[in-house]
């Protein structure tokens, strides 16, 4: 779900801005970065893995060409 969420999203940005995408699902960073890696357009500028409330979270900057 991640991707389809992100992909409206990018849409809606103007060319240089920057989407912060957090998520809760660990496959989202494989997901993310797949799909960034095969839209043209659209960079992955960053990965992270944190955890917040003793939970992971999964942020990604994403960045409209």
Do not use: C, N, Y
């Amino acid at each position: 779900m991640p991707v389809v969420k992100t992909r409206g999203a990018v849409d809606d940005l103007e060319s240089g801005e920057i989407l912060q995408v957090v998520a809760t699902d660990s496959g989202s960073m494989s997901d993310l970065k797949g799909w960034a890696d095969s839209t043209d357009g659209v960079s992955m500028l960053d990965q992270e893995e944190a955890e917040e409330d003793g939970d992971a979270v999964f942020r990604h900057l994403i960045q409209k060409e």
